[in-house]
């Protein structure tokens, strides 16, 4: 629906209250995340589908983390630590840095909500880049700010479809606030190198946020590719932002957590809810810190299994982005058609139309067998 209709909407609602929502969250559509078993049971009738479609680690969490959690039961009476300080420290201690410079959130997710809420307001722009993560725009919009999509690369690049630096700076203006960077990116898993992403940082106004979300990172095995985490002395301006949900395989905890400059951060927990993060997430994310061994065998199945997949679909003459995480965006002439037939065989995948990508789905660098299963459909999918 258009501003127009929506706003005629309102003017038409018999609930007088409805008449006074903010134009940004007005202006919004909802967050659609990639189906569950649960709803394909309930829309397909399959019984044992599989879910490849929203990036998860195949492996699940530690065993240490599990029991971590499990022992936190024992505490479900008692508020959690506010301010989380013993999973602040372990990651101060890990990364190297003042603890001062982390802020845990409900997910990385509330890391950008907080970016919104604290330097957002009516008039104000963002600069995104084309194809990137959907949150950006929702939280950028809800708070009144002009979202600007910057083009993409070309098809023919070394990087298809990934962020093009010049062009998201020549977007960036007086009233721009915020630049929002993916890397690696989702959904199409292409990403900037460390030398690309050095240079953009070097050229952005100092008045100026750059969040660089490293989601991915833990998987970013790739030659050139390098955290922004190295720069944090140099650009108080720079704001990384980083989960417990794909590589540790905590996703259902909603732990994520922002590294930037302490006075940032102290606005940032300023504005945050109390109690964000509860007590049995912080003990499993401290013991999935720990478990480096999980970590790194993660990292090894997805590589090893994210190899198996690109030469499969090679022999199926089916191409798909350079990705730098742990899934796959492939190209596909009847995208939708292969969607449906895959939900119907019981595997999820995720559907690109809402980024603008009508000739991709997103797979999920999943289990050996998951992934079997996956490229087995795929194929009666293409010769049916």
């Known amino acids: 629906m258009d501003t127009q209709g929506r706003s005629d909407a309102i003017e038409q609602c018999s609930f007088p209250v409805m008449r006074h929502i903010v134009p940004g969250v007005e202006m919004l559509g909802s967050y659609q995340p990639g189906k569950s078993p649960q709803e394909v ?15 998860e680690n195949s492996l699940g969490p530690s065993s240490s983390a599990i029991e971590a959690f499990k022992q936190a039961s024992h505490e479900l009476a008692r508020y959690p630590d506010g301010h989380a300080c013993g999973l602040r420290e372990a990651l101060a201690v890990h990364y190297g840095i003042e603890r001062e410079r982390i802020l845990t ?32 725009e929702l939280v950028s919009t809800a708070a009144g700010a002009e ?18 630096p010049d062009s998201m700076f020549a977007l960036i203006d007086a009233r721009t606030r915020v ?17 690309e992403l050095l240079a953009f940082l070097e050229r952005v106004p100092p008045s100026v946020l750059v969040v660089v979300d490293e989601a991915y990172a833990e998987y970013a095995t790739v030659p050139g590719f390098g955290s922004a985490l190295r720069w944090l002395n140099r650009f108080p301006n720079l704001l990384i932002t980083r989960t417990f949900s794909k590589a540790y395989g905590l996703a259902a905890l909603r732990i994520g957590y922002g590294i930037g400059h302490p006075d940032l951060m102290e ?9 964000n993060l509860n007590m049995p997430a912080q003990k499993a994310a401290l013991a999935a810190l720990a478990d480096t061994d999980h970590l790194e065998r993660s990292i090894h199945q997805n590589s090893e299994q994210k190899n198996f997949m690109l030469e499969q679909l ?18 596909l002439d009847d995208s939708e058609r292969v969607y449906e037939y895959l939900m119907q065989s019981g595997v ?37």
Do not use: C
């Open 41 to 55: 049971l309930h829309e397909f009738g399959v019984h044992d589908a599989i879910k490849l479609a929203s990036n």
């Open 105 to 136: 959130g409900h997910g990385s997710n509330e890391l950008f909500e907080l970016t919104a809420r604290v330097l957002l307001r009516p008039g104000d722009n963002v600069v995104v880049s084309r194809h990137a993560f959907v949150m950006y």
């Open 147 to 164: 979202v600007r999509a910057a083009p993409s690369r070309d098809h023919s690049d070394a990087m298809p479809l990934g962020h093009d």
């Open 179 to 195: 630049v929002f960077i993916a890397n690696p990116n989702n959904p199409t898993g292409t990403w900037l190198s460390e030398k």
């Open 267 to 275: 606005r940032f927990d300023r504005a945050r809810q109390p109690f």
């Open 314 to 331: 090679g022999r199926l003459s089916i191409q798909s982005l350079p990705s730098a995480a742990n899934f796959l965006s492939i190209f």
């Open 348 to 384: 999820i995948v995720r559907s690109l139309k809402s980024y603008g990508l009508v000739d991709y789905l997103r797979v999920t660098i999943g289990l050996a067998e998951e992934n079997e299963r996956f490229l087995h459909a795929l194929q009666q999918a293409i010769q049916t």
